[in-house]
């Protein structure tokens, strides 16, 4: 904010980077979306990759834009044959034999009758004709034109086919009257004494500067870095061979064998080779020599042309592998940016750069973290998790009109919530004398009246009762089956999502209840809320509820002032008990200790106070006879809900329990 001579302030745009006053990048669906999954039983790192994969808030995800890749694949490989060089040298070659034959014909000289048999000798192999014939002295002009376009089209189609674009430069040169041939020449000469020094970590970038400036119209991509033409060079060295390899073995060994006579007609074999070996040494991560996809088209690709379509096909290869991140060590920054451009444009670019901020913002905003390289959902967001389950709950509990919310009439001696409302027929809230009055002067303040008459009147309409809410406290066990089955029946998420909501229900909304979430298998065990989320189901046999009622037990003792609260999640009979040394007992079908001992502790738990409601989610009928008798000995109630509802049942349950017996 530069200041002006007489001390104004000047505004301007802010040009010091991200905008300082710009809202938090919005992760809110994200977390949520990655919770869901979460829930469900996936890992965080499993949710966040799909989620990836998906996107989100209009933008592509991986998966999108790999099947846009894969289309740009497919067209590619229609993009022709690659024997159009080979195709075109034969059509070449036969016109020069034939012009050469119309020639000889009407010469009557046994010297004609020789040059004939000459060419009937010729190698049937087009390379080994393309060889016999190069010190022929041509008899024809249009045969001996014919043979030197074979010669030019080897020479281009080579040289073009190692660095894109060279025929368009040898073309502009040649059409200036330069000497193209010898122009190549000195800058092999130079690119190999370059990328020798690059090898050697000698290079500088004044060397490379020199180099472009002199030799810089063979490279209209402009590279900016020794690196960058490096990695230009090489990939299309490695393309080259790519193309060779994809080709039919006897294809394969003409066309090595042309390229091999264009290489020595021109002088370039052994600085071709060596610049060839320089290459692989910078770049052996490249797949040098490896068969890959090549175009299959209709139409006869010069070797340039074919040399370009394998490298295009190569780059979508390693882009479509990249975008599916199915490799170890996969990251959204090993997806090339340059390459995707190429591919699908800069809108696919920027719905990458989305996606690597949506991760980025996950945590830097504290909603993931790692913790030895695992990747966690951070206390943050489970409480998010949380307070969307509830959210949830509650949407269905106003959709159906089941249940309620904290109750705001619930007598006189329930403790003031700071807000008041109009007397109604019935209420026994004390009244608001402030508000009250005050009604009553804004009533009438408009109503002339005697000097005499100062008194306000009050009318019926002018009433307003103070509003109170019972706040009976609660301590509230919640029981959660982790038993296999859970899962195999897809309710082991609407589980975690009940006890998730649950408990910041009571933490958020009710701080002056307590709650303790119980999982129980083969034994039981104190859940933490930042453990639920991604909690997974225990492998180990059993369904031990008398462990997770004598964890209940102690736990409500601790809260011996509180109304007892205690609801059980379950999809099947208790299998497992422990033994008086502790250990595990399991058996299915199970054994009548099994169920005694459960009783026995359910009974315990109905001594201590305790009402004990039971959720379950499976209605075979022995399940259903089980529960009905515990929740019967315990003066609680049987729920059969919808796996989906599970959440709705619980907390409607929770709130009708913790106003106390009286309530219920």
Known sequence: MPRGRRGRARYGRWRGGPDPLAPP???????DEIGDQVLAGSSV??????????GMDGRRGLDELRRSVRDRLKQARQAGRMDGTLEEVRELLDR??????????????????LAEAELDALP?????????????????????????QIQDLLQKEVLDSQFQHMKAALQQMNAAGEDGTQAVKDMVADLSALLDAHNRGEDTDQQFADFMRKHGQFFPDDPQTVDELVDSLARRAAAQERMMAGLSPEQRAELSDLMGQAMQDMGLASEMAHLNDALRQARPDLPWGQRGQVPDGEQGLGMGDATTAVAELADLEALSSQLSQGYAGASLADVDEELLEQALGRPAVDDLVALRQMERELERQGHLSRTEGKLELSPKAVRRLGATALRRVFAQLDATGRGDHDVADAGATGELTGASREWRFGD???????????NAVLRSAGTPRAEDQRAVR????????????????AAVALLVDLSYSMALRGTWGAAKSTAMALHSLVTTRFPQDAIEIIGFSSTAQVLRPEALAELSVDTLQGTNLQHGLMLARRFLARHHDAEPVVLVVTDGEPTAHLEADGTPFFCWPPMPMTIAKTVAEVERVARSGATMNVFALDPEPSLVHFVEDIAQRAGGRVFLPDSARLGEYVVSDYLRARRGRRAR
Do not use: C, H, N
């Not at 020069?96 to 009758?113: G, H, I, Q, S």
């Not at 026994?428 to 005050?438: A, G, H, I, N």
């Open 25 to 31: 990048y919005d992760l809110g669906s994200a977390v």
């Open 96 to 113: 020069a034999l034939e012009a050469e034959r119309r020639e000889l014909f009407p010469d009557p000289d046994d010297a004609a009758r």
């Open 124 to 148: 049937e192999d087009t390379a080994g004709a393309v060889r016999a014939l190069k010190d022929r002295q041509w008899r024809s002009t249009e045969a001996r034109e014919a043979y030197q």
């Open 458 to 473: 009050i009318a019926v309409e002018d009433f307003e009762v103070v509003e109170t809410e019972r706040r009976t406290g």
């Open 428 to 438: 026994e809230q004390p009244l608001d004398v402030v508000k009250t009055v005050r």
């Open 45 to 54: 790192r499993e949710a966040l990759r799909d989620l990836l994969r998906r």
